[in-house]
């Protein structure tokens, strides 16, 4: 899915804080992924749920995946590079009409340029897909996936995968487009984690593990694969419960530390982090642990 997409939505109700009081019921990659980069903004984003700005990049990911997707509508010879341009027009007319709030993303565009070369991008990032994948012999048995499993722990484990391959074997592939560009090598465990928690949600599934998981890079045209085993799966397992024990932890107590990074160049919540001179929102929770 689109990286950098945060929750929806900036109204905590009162029965959506008692449920969060108890721990999280469930976890997606991208939640999973807030915590591990920076509690103080996981608890920002799916606790207090402060307001985020629409950013042209997570817009332009989330424009591209829906191209993509839809692209698997037409027969396999028509799934051609300007075909799959073509949709894009259609297809951002559809993304601002069921998010209004991204209509102030190009609100200052008076002459419509920055709009221009935003649309451009998306095209080269879309043409870019072809010289990677060659959607003519594709067969999707899914696209834009939602899974949700429930581990023998009682953590559910949710997200939605772009692309799901099964061969004529059975066999099953997973795929992620990505938008940005490929990590540095020291850095794929990173970018692979989010795979594994899919492959991990598929194994608890359908009982099969994933022959291969894939990551299509179409910023930089690299595609990064992995096959995993039930050894890497168990390992992720383990480490997603120790996650769920750490937020639970910080839920009773409040005790979200900000974990700063160069990746704060990105956050939308700088000015309520202590690291950068702010004080967070009062806690909405009930403290029913001592730090
Ligand atoms: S600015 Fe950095 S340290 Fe502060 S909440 Fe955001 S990610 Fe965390």
Same mark, same amino acid.
């Given at each position: 899915?689109?990286?950098?997409?945060?929750?929806?939505?900036?109204?905590?109700?009162?029965?959506?804080l008692v449920a969060v009081a108890k721990?999280?019921?469930?976890?997606?990659?991208?939640?999973?992924?807030?915590?591990?980069?920076?509690?103080?903004?996981?608890?920002? &984003?799916?606790?207090?749920?402060?307001?985020?700005?629409?950013? +042209?990049? #997570?817009? *332009?990911?989330?424009? !591209?995946? /829906?191209? $993509?997707?839809?692209?698997?509508?037409?027969?396999?010879?028509?799934?051609?590079?300007?075909?799959?341009?073509?949709?894009?027009?259609?297809?951002?007319?559809?993304?601002r009409e069921s998010r209004p709030e991204?209509?102030?993303?190009?609100?200052?565009?008076?002459?419509?340029?920055?709009?221009?070369?935003?649309?451009?991008?998306?095209?080269?990032?879309?043409? &870019?897909?072809?010289?990677?994948?060659?959607?003519?012999?594709? +067969?999707? #048995?899914? *696209?834009?996936?939602? !899974?949700? /499993?429930? $581990?023998?722990?009682?953590?559910?484990?949710?997200?939605?995968?772009?692309?799901?391959?099964?061969?004529?074997?059975?066999?099953?592939?997973?795929?992620?487009?990505?938008?940005?560009?490929?990590?540095?090598?020291?850095?794929?465990?990173?970018?692979?984690?989010?795979?594994?928690?899919?492959?991990?949600?598929?194994?608890?599934?359908?009982?099969?593990?994933? &022959?291969?998981?894939?990551?299509?890079?179409?910023?930089?045209?690299?595609?990064?694969?992995?096959?995993?085993? !039930?050894?890497?799966?168990?390992?992720?397992?383990?480490?997603?419960?120790?996650?769920?024990?750490?937020?639970?932890?910080?839920?009773?107590?409040?005790?979200?530390?900000?974990?700063?990074?160069?990746?704060?160049?990105?956050?939308?919540?700088?000015?309520?982090?202590?690291?950068?001179?702010?004080?967070?929102?009062?806690?909405?929770l009930p403290l029913t642990r001592a730090?």
């Open positions: 899915m689109p990286e950098g997409v945060p929750p929806s939505g900036a109204d905590a109700t009162s029965e959506t721990g999280p019921a469930s976890l997606s990659p991208s939640r999973a992924g807030d915590f591990m980069q920076c509690p103080l903004l996981y608890r920002f &984003r799916v606790i207090d749920r402060l307001p985020e700005k629409p950013s +042209e990049a #997570a817009t *332009r990911g989330t424009l !591209v995946h /829906a191209v $993509l997707e839809r692209l698997f509508d037409a027969p396999a010879a028509e799934r051609t590079a300007p075909r799959a341009k073509a949709l894009i027009p259609g297809q951002w007319d559809r993304l991204l209509l102030e993303l190009f609100a200052d565009d008076a002459d419509g340029e920055r709009l221009a070369r935003w649309l451009t991008e998306a095209e080269r990032l879309v043409e &870019r897909w072809f010289t990677l994948e060659d959607p003519t012999r594709l +067969e999707p #048995a899914e *696209r834009e996936l939602f !899974v949700e /499993a429930e $581990l023998d722990s009682g953590l559910r484990l949710r997200g939605i995968i772009d692309r799901v391959d099964v061969a004529p074997t059975g066999e099953v592939r997973i795929v992620d487009y990505k938008t940005g560009k490929a990590p540095r090598p020291e850095y794929a465990e990173g970018a692979l984690f989010q795979m594994k928690f899919y492959a991990l949600v598929v194994w608890r599934l359908k009982k099969v593990v994933p &022959r291969r998981l894939q990551l299509v890079y179409l910023g930089s045209g690299d595609v990064l694969t992995y096959d995993p085993v !039930v050894a890497d799966l168990e390992r992720v397992e383990r480490k997603l419960l120790a996650l769920w024990e750490a937020i639970r932890l910080a839920t009773e107590t409040g005790d979200w530390r900000p974990r700063p990074t160069k990746l704060c160049g990105w956050c939308d919540h700088r000015a309520h982090c202590p690291e950068f001179g702010g004080t967070p929102p009062p806690y909405p730090t």
